[in-house]
């Protein structure tokens, strides 16, 4: 099975992290099958669903020491990775006319306040699903507009998130496709 971090400010400040540094230092963590996809901070490792809270730890940890500055990731198994990819929230007429539609990856789901927080917020521009510990976003507009922005949403939801664009989500599960179960 694949575990799949998604980082959150590996290259900020006019930092920037390569992708062979990035495997050469999860791979010192004893991470095997150490890979990147694309160059926007998503890392993937063997493992197993039940090691997904250790390796988030163990790779911010391994980041924080080598690169001098604190990286979150979020890390989801290859299965869940695949769920978010298929789930269509919106409907097709909504997301034909979205600017972008996203995905934000929490580290935990999101309590019944804070959603009514976030879903507060749809307007025109903006709409919002939850699910589990991910945040379906389309907006009308460019994802960096200041009505509402990625730091407005973990203040919502009481912690830091990732965004990743849905067709990042697609590629990501395409790459690693999830045999149903039961079939080999």
């Not at 890392?43 to 809270?53: C, D, K, L, M, P």
């Not at 390796?55 to 990775?81: H, K, N, P």
């Not at 990819?85 to 306040?113: G, I, M, N, W, Y």
């Not at 009505?147 to 690693?176: D, N, W």
Request: charged content about 25%; some cysteine.
């Amino acid at each position: 099975m694949k575990l799949i971090a998604l980082l959150r400010a590996i290259n900020v400040g006019g930092r920037v992290v390569k992708m062979d540094q990035l495997r050469s230092i999860v791979a010192a963590e004893g991470f095997s099958q150490v890979e990147t996809f694309i160059a926007s901070g998503n890392v993937i490792v063997e493992g197993r669903a039940s090691q997904a809270a250790k390796t988030e730890l163990a790779i911010e940890r391994a980041l924080a020491r080598v690169l001098g500055y604190g990286v979150t990731a979020f890390v989801r198994t290859d299965d869940e990775i695949s769920d978010v990819s298929a789930h269509e929230p919106f409907d097709a007429a909504h997301v034909a006319r979205a600017a972008t539609f996203c995905v934000a990856f929490l580290k935990d789901q999101p309590d019944d306040q804070q959603v009514g927080r976030l879903m507060d917020l749809r307007s025109d521009a903006h709409d919002f699903h939850v699910r589990g510990r991910e945040i379906f976003w389309l907006s009308r507009l460019n994802q960096s507009d200041p009505l509402f922005a990625k730091v407005q949403l973990e203040r919502i939801v009481g912690g830091p998130a990732t965004v990743r664009g849905i067709s990042t989500v697609r590629k990501l599960a395409a790459k690693y496709p999830v045999t149903p179960k039961g079939k080999k």
